[in-house]
């Protein structure tokens, strides 16, 4: 992995991490408590650590776009086990 690669994923996450600290200044609907934050990031993180890796190592143009769609539904089904609990395992956050 490139070092540029590395800030870009970096910079990707602390973005996404920004929009519920901006939220949470104006409303009292988004409640994210520190531990939210750093479950949230390094789930991003992974993901994009992830995506990079099949992006660099897979060269199967059809094979590689799978795996990449496969890991972010992965990351939008953990997502949402964890926010509302969709399947009631221990990870549930309700």
């Known amino acids: 992995m490139s070092?540029?690669?590395l800030v870009i994923i970096l910079c990707i996450t602390t973005v996404i991490l920004l929009i519920p600290l901006?939220?949470?200044q104006f409303t009292n609907t988004v409640n994210w408590s520190g531990n939210d934050f750093a479950i949230m990031g390094i789930l991003?993180?992974?993901?994009?650590?992830?995506?990079?890796?099949?992006?660099?190592?897979?060269?199967?143009?059809n094979l590689r776009i799978v795996l990449i769609i496969g890991v972010i539904l992965l990351f939008l089904l953990f997502w949402?086990?964890?926010a509302v609990g969709i399947f009631g395992t221990p990870f549930a956050g309700s």
Not at 44 to 61: E, H, M, N, Q, S
Request: proline share 0%.
């Open 3 to 5: 070092r540029k690669s």
């Open 80 to 82: 949402a086990e964890m």
């Open 44 to 61: 991003v993180l992974v993901t994009g650590l992830v995506i990079d890796f099949l992006a660099r190592k897979v060269k199967a143009a």
């Open 22 to 24: 901006i939220a949470m």
